[in-house]
């Protein structure tokens, strides 16, 4: 497959990159890292478009060298890579998809394969994997170039400190092995970590106003963020930081599982799930209930799941009814 997905990429002069709406650190740093991949294989900086339209001001960081666009401005490209999401809802700009034919079109990620997947014979696709940085080091990094050794694996690192959340969740001996590496080309990974870590001010009023709701059962803790509670410029979520508002909850509540629930513009739930029992699959549970057609949408991992589900007229009655759901399912009830 990697010869594959190579031929396709030396064959192209210009190209789209695109990832998941709501893009946290390891879809940005994975957007930058194919950037990165494609300079060394001598493609032109002018004709690589990564087309990521948000980020929240807490991974502003990961954007060292102003690689990121708000929009595209070449007129065609010949080639789209999609990583971090192989899902055709969740891609942002999934408008720009219809430009392209299945023969165009690259993706990696480290999800589940939905009913939603973006159709492609070109694809590399590995749940196992940490984060999609860490299939992006495995395939590509051998064809790095000396001048850009630092800001690949810099980025590689940020991937996977980021979906780990700080080496905590989903850790393989893989993304170990990478992480050791990274230091020997001079990567500072606890300077990676303080970064992610260092959340804004804003970030952190969310969480604690999480926190200050938060119930805790058996183990299992939930809280919610309202409509009501975000700023204009937050209420499509997608300037939240919802992976820093995580594990800022994790870091002062003590619980194994943690259920977050956030209102979005458009009469949803966001809901994000993490959990360090072993014997619980989040991806299971999500995808079960979204296949049921209680959630719109729903999969991830085992120890790190998210799903979107329409709201009632009543949202805390919602809530509620999410909450009840998922503690059900998690403790096997």
């Known amino acids: 497959m990697r010869k594959k997905i190579l031929d396709k990429i030396l064959q192209a002069e210009t190209f789209l990159i695109l990832t998941h709406i709501r893009p946290d650190g390891d879809?940005?740093?994975?957007?930058?890292?194919?950037?990165?991949?494609?300079?060394?294989?001598?493609?032109?900086?002018?004709?690589?478009?990564?087309?990521?339209?948000?980020?929240?001001?807490?991974?502003?960081?990961?954007?060292?060298?102003?690689?990121?666009?708000?929009?595209?401005?070449?007129?065609?490209?010949?080639?789209?890579?999609?990583?971090?999401?192989?899902?055709?809802?969740?891609?942002e700009g999934s408008n720009l998809l219809e430009e392209f034919s299945a023969k165009q079109c690259i993706v990696i990620d480290h999800h589940e394969v939905s009913e939603n997947s973006i159709k492609?014979?070109?694809?590399?696709?590995?749940?196992?994997?940490?984060?999609?940085?860490?299939?992006?080091?495995?395939?590509?990094?051998?064809?790095?170039?000396?001048?850009?050794?630092?800001?690949?694996?810099?980025?590689?690192?940020?991937?996977?400190?980021?979906?780990?959340?700080?080496?905590?969740?989903?850790?393989?001996?893989?993304?170990?092995?990478?992480?050791?590496?990274?230091?020997?080309?001079?990567?500072?990974?606890?300077?990676?970590?303080e970064q992610l870590n260092n959340i804004d001010i804003r970030t952190q009023t969310l969480a604690n106003l999480a926190i200050k709701r938060m119930v805790i059962y058996q183990e299992i803790g939930y809280t919610y963020i309202l409509q009501s509670d975000l700023m204009p410029d937050e209420y499509e979520l997608k300037t939240v930081n919802h992976k820093a508002i995580i594990q800022a909850i994790l870091d002062s509540v003590s619980c194994n599982t943690l259920i977050l629930l956030m209102e979005n513009d458009k009469y949803e739930i966001k809901g994000s799930i993490r959990t360090t029992v072993p014997n619980i699959d989040l991806n299971d549970i999500c995808t079960s209930m979204a296949e049921q057609k209680i959630f719109l949408q729903g999969g991830g991992h085992s120890n790190s799941a998210g799903f979107r589900i329409a709201i009632s007229d009543s949202t805390k009655a919602t809530l509620n009814q999410v909450f009840r759901l998922l503690i059900t399912a998690i403790l096997g009830k």
């Open 120 to 193: 492609t014979e070109s694809r590399i696709i590995d749940t196992s994997a940490s984060s999609c940085t860490c299939i992006i080091c495995r395939e590509f990094s051998m064809y790095i170039c000396k001048q850009n050794i630092d800001s690949f694996f810099r980025s590689v690192a940020i991937g996977i400190m980021s979906d780990t959340i700080g080496l905590t969740l989903n850790v393989t001996d893989e993304c170990k092995d990478i992480l050791n590496y990274c230091k020997k080309v001079g990567i500072n990974i606890e300077k990676i970590k």
């Open 27 to 91: 879809a940005i740093s994975s957007s930058i890292a194919m950037y990165y991949f494609l300079v060394s294989l001598g493609k032109k900086n002018e004709n690589i478009e990564v087309c990521i339209p948000y980020i929240s001001k807490d991974l502003s960081f990961v954007d060292r060298n102003n690689i990121l666009k708000n929009k595209c401005t070449l007129k065609k490209h010949d080639l789209l890579i999609i990583v971090d999401c192989s899902d055709y809802e969740r891609v």
